[in-house]
T-cell receptor, first 116, second 112 residues
């Protein structure tokens, strides 16, 4: 299995809602990532989990809360979002080599989020 | 084939031409580089990678060139096809324990 899957594909939520994005991979990768991508822009890193522990947080607002329940799953919990948070949210995974080297990231198809 | 010396946001080519997409990366300490292809409505797809101790790497119809002196990366696509139409991103890894930093994308349009 060489795929990263994400659910849902599309999500529309109000500013007072709580929702979660889910990501799964079965490639044995021990690093998992969340990226945010606005239209016609490159992906921007949000969080990195290495061995199920949060290793990088790119100063993301607390209304985004990541969770890594096990080595195959990654969630992004959303609460009290703003319309400007509307974007494509991408999950990725990669191998980790010795000394913590993060290798090629493989991406899922993304969740298209719209905040009303 | 069509090529761009500086980064341009769009590149239009005819089917069968060779395409060259350029990228200037930011950090001279970066040790690993990747080209991704992103089609509309999809996530970025890995195309080819290169380590900083190499200056050229070839794949199927694609070649990546690395010029560390001027911090420049290029992707060459041979015999471009309509299915190659997409946004292409270069990405660099600045340090071994860090995630990739993406460059600005180039939209490749291939006409028949």
């Amino acid at each position: 299995d060489t795929e990263v899957t994400q659910t849902p594909k599309h999500l529309v939520m109000g500013m007072t809602n709580k929702k979660s994005l889910k990501c799964e991979q079965h490639m044995g990768h021990r690093a998992m990532y969340w990226y945010k991508q606005k239209a016609k822009k490159p992906p921007e890193l949000m969080f990195v989990y290495s061995y199920e522990k949060l290793s990088i947080n790119e100063s993301v607002p607390s209304r985004f809360s990541p969770e890594c329940p096990n080595s195959s799953l990654l969630n992004l919990h959303l609460h009290a979002l703003q319309p400007e948070d509307s974007a494509l949210y991408l999950c990725a995974s990669s191998l980790i080599l010795d000394r913590g080297t993060l290798m090629t990231q493989y991406f899922g198809p993304g969740t298209r989020l719209t905040v009303l | 084939g069509e090529s761009v010396g500086l980064h341009l946001p769009t590149l239009s080519v005819q089917e069968g031409d060779n395409s060259i997409i350029n990228c200037a990366y930011s950090n001279s300490a970066s040790d690993y580089f990747i080209w991704y292809k992103q089609e509309s409505g999809k996530g970025p797809q890995f195309i080819i990678d290169i380590r900083s101790n190499m200056d050229k790497r070839q794949g199927q119809r694609v070649t990546v060139l690395l010029n560390k002196t001027v911090k420049h990366l290029s992707l060459q696509i041979a015999a471009t096809q309509p299915g190659d139409s997409a946004v292409y991103f270069c990405a660099e890894r600045v340090q071994a324990g860090t995630a990739l930093i993406f460059g600005k994308g180039t939209t490749l349009s291939v006409s028949s």
